[in-house]
């Protein structure tokens, strides 16, 4: 926050107080958001969707780009989509890991508002604005 960011993710993962981290983050004045790995059920965030203004759904392992999207991450999406709608509070769906021209539709369609793509865009083979129109079109 010092450093000029204005939004914070942590994951739902971390060892400590997830819900005292996110009052932390809004102390800041940062919008605070949680992230939840491929292994950890939707569920586990229930406790937090008061405290948050997104939640990041994470379709591979973290660590490292150019993973195969996991599919079976749709349900989650899907869970975490009617969780938001449940608590009926202004919360960003974020999708990150493996998303191109193909899996950009599915998780959008999944309840996704928020994409994040890395090697579809940076190592495409094309211009870097023609990869990004790619993951804009409806197939």
């Known amino acids: 926050a010092e450093a000029g960011a204005d939004n914070l993710t942590i994951h739902v993962e971390i060892l400590g107080d ?3 981290t996110l009052e932390q983050i ?6 605070a958001g949680i992230s939840v790995r491929p292994g950890t ?4 965030l229930a406790p937090y969707l ?4 997104l939640i990041l759904v994470m379709t591979v392992e973290p660590g490292f780009g150019g993973q195969s999207f996991q599919a079976d ?4 999406i899907r869970t975490l989509k009617a969780m938001i709608a ?10 990150d890991g493996g998303i191109d021209a193909a899996t950009a539709p599915l998780v959008t369609e999944a309840g996704a508002n928020l994409l994040v ?3 579809s865009v940076f190592r495409a083979d094309v211009p870097v604005a023609m990869a990004i129109d790619r993951l804009r079109q409806r197939p």
């Open 86 to 95: 449940e608590v009926r509070r202004p919360i960003h769906l974020e999708v």
């Open 50 to 53: 008061e405290q948050v203004d």
């Open 117 to 119: 793509a890395g090697t």
């Open 73 to 76: 991450m749709l349900g989650k």
């Open 26 to 31: 809004h102390a800041l004045g940062c919008s």
């Open 18 to 20: 997830v819900g005292a």
């Open 41 to 44: 059920p939707a569920e586990a």
